[in-house]
């Protein structure tokens, strides 16, 4: 995409930068700070962070307290301001300054050549290896709100915010400020700084990256911003101290970049922030604006004229699966959460209707499969034996042997009740009564199916003293491809907050972490079997007429999409251009637009199906229930989301 498209869809290129110093040479740091400058502008980047006191080195000791290094530091710190003039880069620099004889650990924003902004120290350490408050007083302690630097006024404090174009607001927070009770960078996300960015000297303990990360990390998401992080290099003294040169770019509690330590070349971490996500996360969240933050200064940042020519490529991973984790064993705990939140739930509801016995139909397919799978975990939490849970195999005009072999053999292997009744007499009777004809197989055809297996289940819960469990999934909800009043019905719904694509790996890890052969085997047939309703007469061949992904499109698009929208709230055209990165090369710009307009056309037009969903427990950070997660109402219209789409492919 092109520098202007990567802006208008809320991107921020934020480096992370440690240069080579030497350490009392504020000439010669400026210079390279200048020459990392130049790298980072040309790699698009509109923010580059240097780590604490940058310009004089962190580790000068008691020659901070030296007129010479304090006059040529502020020297260099003007140098560099002016080199943005012509970059078109927000910088932040680090150096000590001189104000009403007490001496302060500042930050400085640079952008268009000139210093617009000054932020001072909060927390100073002092106690085992560093003893800032020799030389530096608190940032409580400054009585002006400006400082003249050269022939000009520039804004002084904490309480500073510096806009930087419509997505994006900096707040500044220096190194010991992150570790404190209550860091600063709390209120200037209050306040509405959508970007902390933290200048640091940290060095290194056994142990303290870890715990460093982490700190990024969670401070990024309770502040619901982007944040980025620049410590201190190997160059400074390793008198009594190592520094590694840390750079951590994190969202929202995702660390998305993190620089190669110890390494005394200049290090670049660059990473690609997603403003607009940040802002949506913060709109969703009502705690985030239950607290005041105070009053805060606001100060533009606008830098110097940008190139807008050329393309840009996004430097994020943009995940195709965003509801499965890419790596085994974070996936196979998912597997195991998800898993046991939904067995819990469904105990807790057996439990409450006086030990009633789990009804469920079993076609064969994933969905019932897990369905299964779950009721049998549901009633060992209770103590009880497998045989409670009642399965029933519905075979229908378009069961295949395959699904209803896989069906009776995974009940009698996992010591569930069975029953098989065949559908097609009394489906075939419902449409003589209502004089519709057999041969054709339209909506009628196939829901009459699905209601007829709906009150086969009902009228058996009520015979047995049991309740119906469902065994559609999230995405079907989404898309409405359910039948209302078929399976869209049931007493509890243990898969309405598992999505598709992450049903086939949670059979998968059944089979291969939760049981034994032979239900082992069959759960891997059932995960390899194609998706289908398997509601229309079959092939001459006993095959397969009906698939459900060639109807309504891939169900990993379908998730992507869901995710996009429901989870970020973003619109179509962002949709399209990250699904274009996350299906390259498998998906084509105009197969995923088709299947995109398909997704909001389905996913408005079904929402009385949604509004109407029985209960089911909330697994992940997606959920449609309209009693928790997702309140739409059911005439809602979709012209607005189309007419996004028209736009990129008229029809």
């Not at 660059?270 to 949506?280: G, N, P, Q, T």
Request: proline share 5%.
């Amino acid at each position: 995409m092109t520098p202007r498209e990567y802006s208008d869809f809320g991107y921020l290129r934020v480096a992370s930068v440690v240069p080579d110093l030497r350490i009392g040479d504020p000439v010669f740091n400026a210079g390279r700070i200048v020459a990392a400058l130049e790298s980072v502008a040309a790699g698009h980047c509109s923010v580059a962070l240097f780590p604490e006191l940058s310009l004089t080195g962190y580790t000068c000791g008691d020659l901070f307290l030296q007129t010479t290094l304090r006059e040529a530091a502020l020297r260099a710190l003007l140098q560099v301001a002016a080199a943005t003039k012509n970059l078109p880069v927000v910088t932040v620099v680090g150096l000590p300054l001189a104000i009403d004889g007490r001496l302060f650990n500042c930050a400085a924003l640079l952008a268009g050549g000139e210093v617009r902004g000054l932020v001072p120290k909060t927390f100073l350490p002092t106690s085992q290896e560093y003893y800032e408050e020799r030389w530096f007083s608190r940032a409580g302690a400054l009585s002006r709100a400006s400082v003249v630097l050269g022939e000009a006024a520039v804004p002084i404090g904490t309480d500073l915010l510096f806009d930087f174009g419509k997505h994006c607001c900096i707040g500044i927070e220096i190194c010991e400020d992150l570790w404190a009770v209550e860091p600063p960078s709390g209120r200037l996300a209050l306040a509405g700084a959508t970007l902390i960015l933290n200048p640091s000297a940290s060095d290194e303990l056994l142990g303290k990256a870890a715990y460093r990360r982490e700190l990024v990390r969670q401070q990024s998401a309770r502040c619901l911003a982007a944040y980025a992080y620049a410590g201190a290099g190997p160059w400074e003294s390793s008198t009594d101290m190592v520094f590694s040169g840390a750079g951590i770019l994190a969202e929202c509690g995702q660390v998305l970049a993190e620089a190669r330590r110890f390494d005394f070349a200049t290090s670049l971490t660059v990473a690609d922030f997603d403003m607009e996500r940040v802002e949506h996360e913060r709109l969703a969240n009502s705690s985030f604006s239950a607290a005041g933050a105070g009053k805060f200064r606001r100060i533009s940042a606008a830098p110097g004229a940008a190139d807008r020519s050329g393309t840009i490529a996004l430097r994020r991973t943009v995940a195709a699966r965003p509801f499965v984790p890419a790596g085994a064993d974070e996936r196979a705990a998912h597997c195991r959460e998800i898993f046991e939140i939904q067995a819990t739930g469904l105990a807790r509801r057996l439990s409450h209707a006086a030990s009633a016995k789990p009804v469920l139909g079993l076609s064969g397919g994933l969905d019932s499969t897990l369905a299964a799978l779950v009721g049998i975990r549901a009633l060992a939490k209770l103590g009880r034996k497998s045989e409670d849970l009642l399965t029933v195999v519905m075979p229908g005009p378009g069961s295949t042997e395959r699904t209803q072999n896989n069906a009776t053999a995974l009940a009698a292997a996992l010591g569930a009740t069975t029953r098989v009744i065949p559908i097609g007499a009394a489906v075939g009777q419902h449409l003589a009564d209502i004089e519709h004809a057999g041969d054709l197989h339209d909506a009628t055809y196939e829901n009459a199916q699905a209601r007829e297996r709906t009150q086969i289940l009902m009228d058996l819960a009520n015979q047995v003293g049991g309740i119906v469990v469902g065994t559609g999934d999230l995405s079907e909800a989404a898309l409405g491809w359910c039948t209302f009043n078929g399976d869209h019905m049931s007493m509890y719904h243990v898969n309405s907050g598992v999505p598709k694509t992450l049903v086939r790996h949670l059979v998968e890890w059944c089979a291969e972490e939760e049981f034994e052969e032979p239900v082992k085997s069959l759960l891997l047939d059932i995960a390899a079997t194609p998706i289908s309703p398997e509601l229309l007469p079959l092939d001459a061949n006993a095959g397969l007429l009906q698939k459900t992904e060639e109807t309504v499109g891939p169900y990993e698009l379908h998730d992507f999409f869901l995710f996009q929208m429901v989870r970020l709230g973003f619109r179509p055209t962002k949709i399209l251009m990250l699904a274009g990165i996350a299906f390259e090369g498998r998906f084509s710009r105009a197969e995923i637009g088709r299947w995109l307009r398909i997704f909001c056309t389905r996913f408005f037009a079904n929402q009385f199906k949604r509004s109407s969903m029985p209960d089911g427990p909330k697994v992940g950070t997606v959920a449609l229930s309209p009693r928790g997660d997702w309140r739409m109402p059911s005439d809602a219209s979709a012209t607005a989301w189309l007419a996004e789409i028209e736009e990129l492919f008229p029809q």
